[in-house]
């Protein structure tokens, strides 16, 4: 069985727009101006086709 991580899941289901994917990650760790810092794993893969 696959364990899932503790943390919530930023998953990249487009890969149209390399700029925009590093923008969100970039404001997806940064913390709120309550100061929260959500606990979150980025996943990014290319689909594999063929």
């Known amino acids: 069985m696959i364990s899932l991580p503790s943390a919530s899941l930023l998953v990249?289901?487009?890969?149209?727009d390399d700029s925009a994917w590093e923008a969100l990650v970039l404001e997806a760790q940064e913390p709120s101006e309550d100061g929260f810092l959500a606990a979150v794993n980025m996943v990014k893969r290319a689909p594999q086709y063929g």
Request: net charge positive; no cysteine; proline share 0%.
């Open 12 to 16: 990249r289901t487009w890969f149209g």
